[in-house]
């Protein structure tokens, strides 16, 4: 089991629920399970470019993107990009 | 009934609700923060609202609420079909049906159609596939579908306008689009007065008189009572410019529409800094000022869906975050100051 923590507005499009507990294998399967999945991912099932997702801490850009294997990891954490100030 | 307008801004959705003279507002809101409102409307038939809401970072969506603002359905699955290599850019107006359908206006330059009150959501694929759509282009909002209007009087014509596509009718429930554009200037192109392209603003139908059509357009506001067959241009008839957004009819009196002028498009402030509501009670004929009770100096600006109308009032909302009413006639009362930039504003009633 994996947590996943989501920021405040898409808490809000979750029922006001702003952590899930999901089992998944890897990043994308997280994700996939959220009910705001359609929020994340765009009608070609591509990641949004300004949602930015950190596995304990880390980028997952930097780490393989979003098929990188969840082995071991505590926590997903989505957050949206905050280019622009 | 009294009024309710839905305001929409960059911040969320807000609540105003007025008492019968529209002197006294209540302000409720923000709803949906952190998701830009471009268009907000309650669905007579059932109370529910919907919402057009886009979020730079998780994209555009359309949302349903069925107990006022209290709690939110998101419709799923919204999307452009894969041939189409296009996707969704951003959502931006929905408009309620004749039975129990409702339509979705969005960029770029698309409609949808939903039987089950916005759960799910199907591509107009004439509009999607339209053989003049390489020769659309974007305006500075996006290729948007931000128009969609219904013929009372014939359950099979309605119409849509896109900047810079220009305007389309159907008369074949939405199987087939034909441009109506003709007379319709594009200054901005090559050809001034090319088949599609035009940057229309904000069209609108008659109720009353359903054959008639106004638009406000980038390059002009004209009058159509032929279904848009032809055109009429009326900003020469006492308009201090022909640019603008705001377009807003009197349900009572097909004669009657109002503008709010802006300096060209280039520059898209108030002409000699006065926010000015231009009327016409003649068809275009002429135009008067009714700016009594609105602030000046003003450079604010209002938007295509920043104008709304009722059958006692007429609407408007700022970029700089008021909302005036027509108040006993003729003067306008601010029913809300220092809201965030006002995106769209549409009037509906509540009980009070």
Redesign the interface.
């Known amino acids: 089991m994996v947590l996943v923590v989501l920021p ?3 808490a ?2 979750a029922g006001g629920r702003k952590r899930f507990e999901v089992e998944a294998a890897t990043v994308d399967q997280a994700l996939r399970a959220l009910p ?1 999945a ?3 991912y ?3 099932g591509e990641l ?1 470019p ?2 930015n997702v950190f596995v304990d801490g880390r980028d997952v850009r930097g780490d393989g993107g979003v098929d990188v294997p969840l082995e071991g990891a505590r926590e997903v954490r989505v957050v ?2 905050v280019a622009g100030g | 009934m009294s009024p309710l307008l839905l305001v929409g801004t960059r911040k969320g959705l807000f609540l105003l609700r007025g008492d019968e003279s529209r002197a006294e507002w209540k302000l409720e809101g923000p709803l949906l923060p952190g998701w830009e409102v471009f268009h907000a409307i309650r669905d007579p038939r059932d109370g529910a609202l919907y919402v057009a809401a886009n979020n730079w970072v998780y994209g555009a969506t359309v949302q349903r609420s069925d107990d006022l603002g209290a709690t939110w359905e998101r419709s799923e699955g919204l999307g452009l079909p894969e041939d189409s290599e296009l996707k969704l850019e951003k959502s931006w107006h929905v408009e309620p049906g004749r039975d129990g359908e409702l339509y979705f206006g969005a960029a770029p330059g698309v409609l949808f159609r939903s039987d089950d009150r916005g759960a799910t959501w199907e591509v107009n694929r004439g509009l999607l596939e339209h053989p003049t759509r390489e020769r659309w282009q974007p305006g500075a909002g996006g290729m948007c579908c931000h128009s969609i209007q219904l013929d009372p009087s014939d359950p099979n014509r309605l119409y849509v306008a896109i900047s810079a596509a220009g305007s389309f009718r159907s008369d074949d429930a939405g199987e087939t689009w034909t441009p109506i554009n003709k007379d319709v200037a594009a200054d901005f192109m090559p050809e001034k007065y090319p088949e599609v392209g035009q940057c229309v603003h904000k069209l609108l139908l008659h109720p009353g008189r359903p054959e008639r059509l106004w638009q406000q357009n980038h390059c002009g506001v004209y009058r159509s009572d032929d279904r848009g067959d032809t055109w009429e241009r009326l900003d020469g008839n006492g308009l201090p410019s022909d640019f603008g957004f705001g377009l807003a009819l009197d349900p009572a009196d097909p004669d009657t529409a109002f503008v709010i002028p802006e300096i060209s498009g280039e520059q898209r402030v108030t002409p000699d800094g006065r926010l000015g509501v231009y009327r016409t009670q003649d068809a275009g004929a002429s135009w008067e000022l009714v700016s009594d009770g609105l602030p000046e100096p003003s450079w604010t600006g209002v938007l295509r869906e920043g104008m709304s109308f009722d059958a006692e009032s007429v609407y408007v909302g700022t970029q700089s975050g008021s909302v005036f009413a027509i108040a006993g006639g003729s003067r306008w009362v601010e029913a809300a100051s220092h809201l965030p930039h006002v995106l769209s504003v549409e009037a509906a009633e509540w009980s009070s």
């Open positions: 405040g507005v898409l809000a499009q705001i359609d929020l994340l765009d009608e070609r949004r300004l949602v949206g990009a």
